[in-house]
């Protein structure tokens, strides 16, 4: 069963720390992963897409690495600032030929306090 | 550019209306908008997906007489949800992926920012 789990479930950092969030996946094949950051009552907002063949992809201070072997993502998050406070969400693409019909991990709620 | 809006933002209804949310791409056509339900601390869940001009595909366990889809152009999707009830309370999110022409990565999907429907 195609599976995309996260961890941690929730975090609370410091204003200006760093932090990495971990996302395991067993889909296979797959076609690209992606990091989405949800504010609480709006849509995702795209924060990087990378396909099997790459393994790290920088938005600002948002860095996403893809270990294509062992199934492993992350995102790291560098001087973390209150905005950073919303769901961090990892996301699958099956290689399905067709429309993408994307597999959603759960999320992890970070809080940023000052 | 890759902007999609949803109308309205939130709405309250009484149990048994209808309530129809729409999604647009503004800048982009998309032959596919997929519709998602989240409920609270959760993630999104896949509610159809629809393509320009045909029938949505529901997912297992969503019934299809209840959520209305309407796909009737490349920039336009509605979801209509009949006789709501208070269990249909819930953030509906609506996103669009581009066409394979359009300029974007067509690989991509572009979400909307949700509308809070609350079923009294």
């Known amino acids: 069963k195609n599976q995309v789990e996260q961890s941690p479930q929730s975090l609370i950092i410091l204003e200006g720390k760093n932090c990495t969030l971990q996302?395991?996946?067993?889909?296979?094949?797959?076609?690209?992963l992606r990091w989405y950051k949800q504010d609480t009552g709006r849509g995702p907002v795209s924060l990087t897409i990378m396909t099997f063949s790459e393994n790290t992809k920088s938005n600002g201070r948002y860095t996403a690495t893809l270990d294509a072997d062992t199934k492993q993502s992350s995102l790291h998050i560098t001087a973390s600032q209150l905005s950073d406070s919303a769901s961090y969400i990892c996301v699958v693409s099956p290689f399905s030929g067709g429309y993408n019909k994307l597999i959603f991990g759960a999320g992890t709620r970070l809080a940023v306090h000052p | 550019g890759a902007v999609v809006s949803q109308h309205p933002s939130w709405v309250i209804c009484k149990s048994g209306t209808s309530v129809k949310i729409e999604c647009r791409s503004l800048?982009?056509?998309?032959?596919?908008m997929f519709w998602y339900r989240q409920f609270p601390k959760q993630s999104l869940m896949l509610m159809a997906t629809s393509n320009e001009g045909s029938k949505a595909t529901y997912e297992q366990g969503v019934e299809k007489d209840k959520f209305l889809i309407n796909h009737a152009s490349l920039t336009l999707s509605t979801l209509t949800v009949t006789s709501a009830h208070p269990e249909d309370s819930s953030f509906y999110i609506c996103?669009?992926?581009?066409?394979?022409?359009?300029?974007?990565?067509?690989?991509?999907?572009?979400f909307g920012p949700g509308t809070r429907l609350t079923v009294l």
């Open positions: 996302c395991n996946y067993t889909v296979s094949p797959f076609s690209n």
């Open positions: 800048d982009f056509q998309a032959t596919t």
């Open positions: 996103s669009a992926q581009p066409r394979l022409s359009g300029g974007l990565r067509h690989n991509e999907q572009f």
